[in-house]
């Protein structure tokens, strides 16, 4: 399989943000956003479901893999497509960088791109989005005070 994904019965700017927060705790920094929703719209006049790609790198790993390799670039970001699906589920799917493995001869960067790999699977995997909580609710909080104050 050339892709990791995962599928959330979620709303998508949610699971947006669930997926940036996934990125993010595996050491993931996002570049760029691409909404091709809004690309289609203006480019073609064309109306198409919420499809958003998140352009991220790991930071330290790609240090590493520039210092090895300097031509190495074009294949330390990964693209995470985050679509809202007919049915309402929202799928999550980002490219396996293994993938790419063939256009190096190098044992350390092998195994740095394997290591992105563990950290990119893990992050796409865990995206879940809970249910939201109001954080404030004046009318129990006043509630609790009458009744300590009773």
């Known amino acids: 399989m050339y892709f990791f994904s995962n599928k959330v019965n979620a709303g998508f700017e949610d699971t947006v943000l669930a997926t940036r927060d996934a990125l993010r705790r595996h050491g993931f920094e996002i570049l760029a ?14 109306d198409f479901r919420p499809y958003l790609i998140l352009c991220a790198y790991d ?3 790609a240090r590493r893999a520039v ?3 300097d031509e190495i670039g074009s294949v330390l ?16 799917s980002a490219a396996d960088p293994t993938c790419f493995m063939y256009v190096t001869n ?8 394997r290591d992105l790999r ?7 995997e865990e995206v879940k989005v809970r ?7 004046p009318e129990r909080e006043e509630a609790h005070r009458q009744v300590a104050h009773a």
Do not use: S
Not at 36 to 46: G, Q, V
Not at 118 to 124: E, G, S, T, Y
Not at 131 to 137: E, F, S, V
């Open 59 to 61: 930071p330290t790993l």
């Open 77 to 92: 970001f990964c693209n995470i497509v985050v679509q809202q699906q007919e049915g309402g589920h929202v799928d999550i």
């Open 33 to 46: 956003e691409i909404d091709m929703r809004r690309a289609f719209k203006k480019h073609l006049a064309l």
């Open 106 to 113: 190098h044992v350390e960067l092998d195994w740095i791109i």
């Open 131 to 137: 249910p939201a909580t109001r954080r404030y609710l």
């Open 118 to 124: 563990c950290h990119l699977q893990k992050a796409v």
């Open 67 to 69: 210092q090895i390799d």
